[in-house]
């Protein structure tokens, strides 16, 4: 027998000692973000409720029954066959918090902090009964996304007939009438698990934070200042109030604090008008994102100048007559003079952020508007009070023109994102994503041509080209998104702004998939990373960048000890969005893809698949004495008793025996910290091999 050297036992005991670390590291990542209770009631003689409770921890969320296809995976209730009592309906919910998720491109429904399900039954007798199943649901934090599976069981007593004749014989009637059972339900075994798409925490039902939002409105303000409606009206301000005396200034806040009056008291007519009964509707619906379209680009005319959008006549003039009443009430209307003449310059800026916010919001209209009023008051107050600052203004001139018809452009390039979202929901095929890349590109040629004076609009002043750095800054910065967005058209992920595109299934022409699929480069045994072929080849599992591996834990593990390599095991789901970002972030580093493809055995296990069923010769019966058929449910049950972990994705290095080689790793966009996790797997794994 060879003798193993004292450094090689060393080592050895340092190997079991991680391991071990590890595997109780691993198996406290176990997360419970949802707690169920059960409660039954008794309606009547043949009726009875059945209520699901969930209480969910800050910033997750639940989602619905009721989602789109291709959505993430709905809240689904089983009930195990039916004895002594029928369903009646359908399980109820409450109506859920609605928001338009961009990577599936429709609108999904979810619950944060608390939801109450309920089923009604018919019971067939006055005995008591006994209903029992299981109910599967998602839930998602900013971070990770898990599904999981609740076994239920509800005792519902016996009728009052049933009751009354049971107490001449001595038995107690409270304990015959059970009326609610309460049984909180703790996840043990055969939990189900996915990764559901990324959605921020509920924060008013949007996308953007409000604060944000707030920020972001904010700017808007200052950029409608520099509106030719509105720059030049500032002196002319001000030396309204200087002439008041010393009541000028108390005035000149009055007046601040009025425009900010106005147009928060405008976002809050558009909240009530718009609430969160049109949030479905206006997020997902043609009409209203094909109206959105056309404003925007109506928007973009106006600022190019081809024509004003103005508030009617006898409006304003009204407002001007009102100013003769002097005193507080004459400011006011001051301010709203000024908010109803400035409409053509503030108009289109005003609508982009209250289009952006009447998804069914509340709050950010109202905060929309505060952030905007915030920013566009405080010049006009501010040169009331400090009115030396004038002198250090710049001139008007036509500069102030050349703001408003970059505006124009971003609008007109905005617009296309909402005629997006019903191209995509309603299957048009308008805006494929080279198209909608091709529509980009022209526009901020077009606007970078402006800016160098090649292009003039019906208000633009002859001037000299680049007269100012800022302006060549601004020049530059447009060419150079240009030349970003040029190898979009041929499959380059434009990873800066993915949000706003189509997704990359729309392109017709990737020239990064046409290269590799005929390059020979994906070929398997090439590789040295596939032994034999996979099962579930043919399916809709994949790895991505063209990577070659297997889909089941079992033949993977057998590969590995084929090959001499270690095993990587990517935990995954069809509609995880932390999985994609880093497949697309991480995984395309030529230094990460490099490692994959030399020193890997790989593995995906997609752990919210519902339709692929495994070979009748691979199901089993789990600990909770359920038959396992489905290949997600097989997968999601190696991630927690193998691993202890439930949230996606996960990865873990694993030897050829499934013993973990180093610390499992998470969502990470930490390149660096990536590539040495996968280096630290390749080592301990050699280092093991060595003892050997």
């Given at each position: 027998m060879k003798r193993i050297p004292f450094t090689a036992c060393k080592a050895l005991m340092l190997t079991l000692l991680l391991n071990f670390l590890v595997g109780l590291s691993a198996f406290s990542q176990l997360q419970e973000p949802v707690k169920w209770s059960f409660k039954s009631s008794r309606i009547n003689d043949t009726i009875a409720e059945l209520q699901f409770i969930a209480k969910i921890d800050p910033n997750w969320h639940v989602y619905s029954q009721q989602v789109p296809p291709d959505g993430p995976k709905p809240t689904v209730f089983t009930f195990d066959k039916p004895k002594g009592f029928q369903l009646v309906g359908k399980v109820k919910e409450p109506k859920p918090h609605e928001e338009y998720d961009e990577m599936f491109e429709v609108k999904v429904?979810?619950?944060?902090?608390?939801?109450?399900?309920?089923?009604?039954?018919?019971?067939?007798?006055?005995?008591?009964?006994?209903?029992?199943?299981?109910?599967?649901?998602?839930?998602?934090?900013?971070?990770?996304?898990?599904?999981?599976?609740?076994?239920?069981?509800?005792?519902?007593?016996?009728?009052?007939?049933?009751?009354?004749?049971?107490?001449?014989?001595?038995?107690?009637?409270?304990?015959?009438?059970?009326?609610?059972?309460?049984?909180?339900?703790?996840?043990?075994?055969?939990?189900?698990?996915?990764?559901?798409?990324?959605?921020?925490?509920?924060?008013?039902?949007?996308?953007?934070?409000?604060?944000?939002?707030?920020?972001?409105?904010?700017?808007?303000?200052?950029?409608?200042?520099?509106?030719?409606?509105?720059?030049?009206?500032?002196?002319?301000?001000?030396?309204y109030f200087m002439k008041s005396g010393s009541n000028g200034k108390v005035q000149a806040s009055i007046y601040g604090l009025a425009i900010i009056a106005i147009y928060t008291l405008f976002g809050t007519v558009i909240a009530v008008l718009f609430g969160a009964e049109f949030s479905n509707w206006i997020s997902t619906h043609w009409i209203p994102n094909v109206?959105?379209?056309?404003?925007?680009?109506?928007?973009?005319?106006?600022?190019?100048g081809y024509f004003e959008i103005t508030m009617p006549n006898w409006l304003v003039n009204k407002s001007v007559s009102a100013e003769d009443k002097g005193g507080t009430v004459?400011?006011?209307?001051?301010?709203?003079?000024?908010?109803?003449?400035?409409?053509?310059?503030?108009?289109?800026?005003?609508?982009?952020?209250?289009?952006?916010?009447?998804?069914?919001?509340?709050?950010?209209?109202?905060?929309?508007?505060?952030?905007?009023?915030?920013?566009?008051?405080?010049?006009?107050?501010?040169?009331?009070?400090?009115?030396?600052?004038?002198?250090?203004?710049?001139?008007?001139?036509?500069?102030?023109?050349?703001?408003?018809?970059?505006?124009?452009?971003?609008?007109?390039?905005?617009?296309?994102k909402f005629l997006n979202v019903p191209d995509q929901t309603y299957h048009w095929g308008i805006l494929d994503r080279e198209v909608y890349l091709g529509f980009w590109i022209v526009i901020f040629t077009m606007?970078?041509?402006?800016?160098?004076?090649?292009?003039?609009?019906?208000?633009?002043?002859?001037?000299?080209?680049?007269?100012?750095?800022?302006?060549?800054?601004?020049?530059?910065?447009?060419?150079?998104?240009?030349?970003?967005?040029?190898?979009?058209?041929?499959?380059?992920?434009?990873?800066?702004?993915?949000?706003?595109?189509?997704?990359?299934?729309?392109?017709d022409f990737d020239i990064t998939a046409i290269v590799r699929e005929n390059s020979g480069s994906g070929g398997a045994e090439t590789?040295?990373?596939?032994?034999?072929?996979?099962?579930?080849?043919?399916?809709?599992?994949?790895?991505?960048?063209?990577?070659?591996?297997?889909?089941?834990?079992?033949?993977?593990?057998?590969?590995?000890?084929?090959?001499?390599?270690?095993?990587?095991?990517?935990?995954?789901?069809?509609?995880?969005?932390?999985?994609?970002e880093m497949e697309n972030r991480v995984w395309s580093d030529p230094r990460v893809l490099k490692r994959f493809r030399e020193n890997f055995v790989m593995v995906a296990l997609?752990?919210?698949?519902?339709?692929?069923?495994?070979?009748?010769?691979?199901?089993?019966?789990?600990?909770?004495?359920?038959?396992?058929?489905?290949?997600?449910?097989?997968?999601?049950?190696?991630?927690?008793?193998?691993?202890?972990?439930?949230?996606?994705?996960?990865y873990v290095i694993l030897d050829g025996d499934g013993n973990l080689l180093v610390p499992p790793h998470a969502y990470d966009l930490d390149i660096a910290s990536y590539i040495k996790f996968l280096d630290d797997g390749v080592l301990e794994y050699n280092k093991k091999n060595e003892i050997k």
């Open positions: 429904g979810f619950f944060p902090l608390q939801a109450t399900f309920t089923q009604t039954i018919k019971i067939q007798s006055n005995k008591p009964v006994k209903v029992s199943g299981e109910v599967e649901f998602q839930a998602c934090d900013d971070k990770s996304c898990i599904v999981d599976t609740r076994p239920f069981s509800f005792d519902i007593g016996g009728s009052k007939t049933y009751v009354a004749a049971l107490a001449p014989s001595g038995i107690d009637p409270a304990k015959a009438k059970t009326v609610d059972t309460v049984a909180a339900a703790k996840a043990e075994s055969g939990k189900v698990l996915s990764s559901a798409p990324k959605s921020s925490a509920p924060v008013d039902d949007g996308k953007t934070p409000l604060w944000l939002f707030f920020l972001i409105a904010f700017a808007a303000g200052l950029v409608a200042i520099l509106t030719p409606c509105v720059f030049p009206m500032i002196p002319m301000t001000v030396s109206l959105f379209f056309l404003i925007f680009v109506i928007f973009a005319a106006s600022f190019f004459g400011t006011v209307f001051m301010a709203l003079t000024l908010v109803l003449v400035s409409f053509s310059c503030t108009g289109p800026i005003v609508g982009t952020i209250l289009v952006q916010s009447v998804g069914g919001q509340i709050l950010k209209p109202v905060i929309g508007m505060l952030g905007f009023s915030l920013a566009f008051a405080i010049p006009f107050t501010l040169f009331a009070l400090f009115p030396q600052w004038l002198n250090k203004m710049p001139k008007s001139g036509g500069w102030l023109n050349s703001v408003k018809v970059v505006l124009g452009f971003i609008e007109l390039a905005f617009a296309l606007m970078g041509f402006y800016l160098l004076g090649k292009i003039r609009f019906p208000h633009d002043n002859d001037y000299p080209v680049v007269k100012s750095f800022p302006r060549l800054l601004l020049i530059v910065a447009t060419f150079a998104f240009v030349i970003y967005l040029v190898p979009g058209l041929w499959g380059a992920p434009l990873k800066g702004i993915s949000g706003w595109l189509p997704p990359m299934e729309t392109q590789k040295g990373n596939i032994a034999g072929t996979p099962k579930y080849l043919n399916t809709a599992l994949k790895l991505p960048h063209g990577l070659k591996g297997y889909f089941d834990y079992d033949e993977a593990l057998k590969a590995s000890k084929i090959l001499n390599k270690p095993l990587f095991v990517d935990f995954t789901g069809h509609g995880c969005t932390n999985c994609r997609y752990v919210d698949d519902k339709v692929i069923e495994m070979p009748k010769d691979d199901w089993y019966t789990n600990k909770a004495g359920r038959e396992v058929k489905l290949l997600g449910k097989k997968n999601t049950e190696i991630q927690i008793e193998k691993f202890g972990a439930n949230a996606q994705p996960y």
